[in-house]
């Protein structure tokens, strides 16, 4: 949750300065933000995938960890 809600704070950010009102014109508008969203994209899109795999094994590893476990049975 930490890292989405930090890759989506830079996000906002970087896109707000590539498509600020002065940087283009209203016919240009729309193309101009695709364009950064994809810059944006292309920049982070392999650290972003690199994270989510890491997290990914991460959780992977605890889950067959904790189904090897057995479990105690008071008596």
């Known amino acids: 949750m930490l890292l989405s809600g930090a890759i989506a704070n830079y996000l906002a950010g970087v896109i707000a300065d590539q498509t600020s009102q002065s940087a283009f014109d209203a016919s240009g508008a729309v193309n101009y ?19 989510v795999g890491v997290v990914l094994l991460i959780w992977l590893y605890q889950s067959f960890k904790f189904k090897s476990r057995s479990l105690a049975v008071e008596s």
């Open 33 to 51: 933000a695709i364009n950064a969203y994809v810059d944006v994209f292309e920049q982070i899109t392999w650290g972003a995938l690199a994270c």
